[in-house]
């Protein structure tokens, strides 16, 4: 099979023998394979692959055809078509994912929507209710909302019906964040006047931490999935049991199976019918041809744009 | 009724008009009083009593008699022992408290401990299990483990079939926390040798952020409700994140009565059994009649002891 792989910091197309799937596990013929951050930090040698994920073949998600089974599978056909996120090894013409790992493809997505949809709306979901518990009727302050999370959470936040606030610091984004569904799509310096938030999920980083926390209602939470702009900030302890808060800390990558499984699960139940139904969408900004992953890759560090880049096979 | 009332910073004991029950609530004759941190910082005129609250009384939980009740009010009969967290004002001879708030006081403890044991086990109880979620089996490490919230927390860890490293500054006071139930006893320096942890209770303050979070287990918590040693401290995203991790602060004094409802519910159905069996026990180290009040504070303050400094009157 062809697949892209990291070879001294750079994007390599290179033949590597087709995998087998074990035990339990499904062999996907790949059809779409989304581009994410942790690709990039992949690329510059900055994010291992966790243990079981091939060791240098990125790529985070994707959707495909069932194209063979190990034993004891038995959750899907061949030929169905499915969608995940992996632990890596997603941007290669074939890949082997366990078959607790893999949801169904909604009814009316395309592959490209398909093969961008899994890491970002997982990880946004997982933030948003497994850490962050949004409940309908509260406010919701995102973070970096331009950004392919951002816009996952954005929709979903609108989904379930709580207020969103995006802040997007490029101005010529905020109209595609507006659109899908944001109340208010500010510059990040003004968001505090837009609070009291009940939910922060910030994406961006540990400049934001103490605005965020001055920002917070009662009981509120903070979601931080993304430090870009700077991991260390200053927290005011006093601030946060004044206001009775939590900061979450996570990432979906580094999960075993099992905990992968239960957010595939959570997703079938709760966001997948959001997608049949049409009331959330993937964003795509562009797609290439495998071949062409690394003029994919520089096109997503390029920036500019709202939505997924994702890679196409076959 | 005769009152401990702060004055120019100085307890002064006065007599008060007696309080009248109003709908719902119930007049206690109180018979001990606990004396607790934030005391203290009333009495230095840094920590307002809330809304509700007498203004100028202080005194965070409570015990006595029921000797009156407002229309309405059914869940206690005159005479009843009973006991209560309260916004302010349980040093004094009476006090009205919301029947929703008192809790009735288990067979056997003596009035000084039932007026030392509210607000401590509420608050430990709150964060290890409310907050930080604790469970049978997790190593629990509790930070500033000699104070009145830290006995309890001890107790209760031990109680639930956690494994509980105390961390102490006094080496003095050290025996005592070990004869609570605590597996290890040690200095705060060298805590993160004992974990990782999956709950940590910070009742110091901000200074140990940074081995906090160090110190965590996968899927650890930190729950912040102390922070006498400082508020301020460097938080690192990344680490939070790397150990999917969560800090939560919290404080019981601000809540509105339903919510302090709920805990006096959750008291009853998890704690109180606990010191009806004899499992957990509330460490007096001194009793000062109401009258000396002054005294009792100073004694606060002047530390070297483990548990209460309780208020008795009648």
Chains 1, 2 share one sequence.
Not at 90 to 95: F, H, I, K, P, S
Not at 168 to 175: D, I, S, T
Not at 196 to 212: R, S, T
Not at 223 to 236: D, P, Q, S, Y
Request: aromatic content about 4%; glycine content about 14%.
């Amino acid at each position: 099979m062809r697949a892209a792989t990291v070879s001294d910091e750079q994007i390599v197309l290179v033949d590597r023998p087709d995998p087998d799937p074990g035990a339990g596990e499904v062999l996907i013929r790949v059809r779409a394979a989304g581009i994410n951050g942790a690709d990039i930090l992949q690329r510059a040698g900055r994010y291992p692959a966790p243990p079981g994920a091939p060791v240098d073949i990125p790529g985070l998600e994707l959707a495909g055809e069932v194209a063979g089974q190990g034993s004891g599978a038995q959750r899907f056909a061949e030929g169905d078509r499915v969608m995940a996120i992996v632990g890596g090894g997603g941007q290669a013409e074939l890949a082997v994912v366990h078959e607790r790992q893999l949801m169904p493809v909604p009814e009316g997505l395309d592959w490209a929507a398909a093969g961008g949809l899994s890491e970002v709306f997982t990880t946004a979901h997982d933030a948003l209710f497994a850490q962050a518990g949004l409940r309908a009727g509260e406010r919701l302050c995102v973070h970096g909302a331009a950004g392919g999370v951002g816009t996952a959470a954005v929709q979903l936040g609108r989904a379930v019906g709580a207020h969103v606030t995006a802040t997007v610091r490029r101005q010529e984004a905020r109209a595609a964040v507006e659109e899908l569904g944001a109340d208010a799509v500010l510059d990040p310096e003004g968001f505090a006047d837009h609070g009291p938030f009940d939910v922060i999920l910030e994406l961006v980083g540990a400049p934001n931490l103490g605005a965020n926390v001055k920002a917070l209602r009662t009981g509120g939470r903070i979601a931080v999935i993304g430090i870009a702009a700077g991991a260390k900030g200053e927290l005011n302890l006093a601030a946060l049991m004044g206001k009775r808060a939590s900061i979450h800390g996570s990432t979906l990558r580094a999960r075993p199976l099992e905990e992968k499984a239960l957010t595939a699960r959570a997703m079938e139940r709760e966001v997948l019918p959001l997608f049949a139904r049409g009331t959330v969408r993937v964003p795509v900004a562009a797609t290439f041809p495998l071949e062409r992953a690394p003029d994919a890759y520089d096109h997503f560090t390029g920036g500019g744009k709202v939505g997924k880049v994702v890679l196409t096979t076959g």
